[in-house]
């Protein structure tokens, strides 16, 4: 199980989305532009985008007949191995897609578990990713029958369903069950393990996905004064032993949050997302210079609520502020200003206004504010290791 070479041409993918009333036109596109990268990650070729704005989607087809034909015109000039569409669709809507267009059709969490299946490297993370494919396929079981017979190549749940024998929904009930119970042994294991690391504070980088927290870790974790490449967990998250100044701590590096991560998809990695839960410290990696930047941070706010990790301490490092673009607007443009049109000065003191959380900006990969960074995290850290050790006094 888990992740296969796919010695083939990549396969080419069309990629759909939908917008409702209020989304903009622009916020469309940054997610499509996103749901593109998922598939490059996954290792097709995003080759052409189409867009519909729906009040609500098609029950049949998830979107309107008249665009499906208008995309059933389209493959039949350009051949195509995929369409991917930007949301969790029902079996049925997968079903009713594929017969009409003669292609595979993969929604948005399909991808995704796809994508974690091939980036799965130790038994654990293995282990909860087929997990999070049974809970996908439990339920899809009916209208994945010839889906599974077609999809031996390419991207799309590669993982179950490489057998016949495994879609019959009670082996998958059981081996469920199986897995839940193996992750629990290993969860053991692991409080254990994170119980034997001692008196110290720990401090996760949290982010959305590719905003520059491993970048950070690295960074963090190999420098200053000393630096122990300890790997305590060999698990899923990097944990490492930092120490900046004096101080030592326990910084670990965690998988990113994403979009329209489906509850049970999260679920599936409610072991990794410890690391999360049981930090002292929350170190949140903004990316200031993707145009979404906002959105970005109600994700991962929304993420830390859904696992309960919404009541800790946070830092907000605004990373990437060598790339940060500027729109100057002309002089006579009376319409408000939007955020490209703020200088980076601009921008921080707006933030620095209205954010209650300490923050930051820096660039992880030009070494920008990396000892003012290092100072702020030394002072928070300091201030949690004596408000919880008060009598450890000779550590400093
Ligand atoms: P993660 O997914 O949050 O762990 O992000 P990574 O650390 O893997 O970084 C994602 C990408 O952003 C990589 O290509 C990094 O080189 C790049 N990156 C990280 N920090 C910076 C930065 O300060 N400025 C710029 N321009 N790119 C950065
Ligand atoms: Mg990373």
């Given at each position: 199980m888990g992740g296969y070479i796919n010695t083939k041409e990549p396969e080419k993918a069309v990629l759909v989305g939908v917008a409702n009333e209020e989304q903009s036109l622009l916020q469309v596109k940054d997610y499509l532009e996103e749901l593109a990268f998922l598939v490059e990650t996954a290792g097709a070729i995003p080759s052409r985008t189409f867009i519909q704005r729906l009040k609500s989607p098609d029950?049949?087809?998830?979107?309107?007949s008249g665009k499906l034909q208008e995309i059933h015109q389209y493959i039949q000039e350009h051949p195509m191995d995929i369409i991917v569409f930007d949301d969790e669709l029902s079996p049925s809507q997968i079903r009713n897609i594929e017969q009409e267009l003669g292609i595979r059709a993969i929604d948005r969490t399909n991808l995704i578990l796809d994508i974690f299946a091939g980036r799965a490297k130790t038994a654990y993370a293995k282990t909860q990713v087929e997990l999070a494919q049974y809970e996908y396929l439990l339920p899809r079981l009916a209208g994945m029958w010839t889906h599974l017979e077609r999809?031996?190549?390419?991207?799309?749940?590669?993982?179950?369903?490489?057998?016949?024998?495994?879609?019959d929904r009670r082996i998958i009930r059981t081996k469920i069950a199986l897995l839940k119970d193996l992750l629990e042994k290993i969860d053991k294991q692991m409080i254990t393990q994170r119980k034997n690391r001692g008196k110290l504070v720990r401090v996760a980088l949290v982010g959305?996905?590719?905003?520059g927290k491993s970048t950070l870790m690295n960074l963090l974790s190999k420098s200053d004064v000393f630096a122990e490449n300890k790997l305590?967990?060999?698990?899923d998250a990097t944990v490492r032993k930092v120490v900046v100044g004096n101080l030592p701590f326990l910084l670990s590096d965690t998988v990113g949050f994403i979009r329209k991560l489906p509850h049970h998809l999260v679920e599936s990695f409610k072991s990794t997302l410890d690391e999360v839960r049981e930090a002292d410290l929350l170190i949140h990696v903004v990316d200031?210079?993707?145009?979404g930047f906002e959105e970005q941070i109600s994700v991962v706010n929304q993420t830390l609520q859904d696992i309960g990790a919404a009541d800790k301490q946070v830092m907000v490092v605004f990373n990437k502020v060598d790339a940060y673009t500027y729109v100057k607007k002309d002089e006579?443009?009376?319409?408000p200003k939007i955020k490209?049109?703020?200088t980076l000065d601009e921008l921080q003191n707006s933030w620095m206004a209205k954010s209650n959380a300490p923050s930051i900006f820096i660039s992880a990969l030009r070494k920008q504010n990396i000892d003012e960074l290092r100072t702020m995290i030394y002072d928070k850290v300091r201030e949690i290791h004596i408000t919880r050790y008060p009598y450890d006094h000779f550590l400093y």
């Open positions: 029950s049949r087809t998830y979107i309107g999809q031996r190549g390419g991207i799309g749940l590669r993982g179950p369903g490489e057998t016949e024998i495994e879609t959305y996905t590719n905003v305590f967990a060999t698990l200031i210079s993707h145009p006579d443009d009376l319409t490209e049109n703020l």
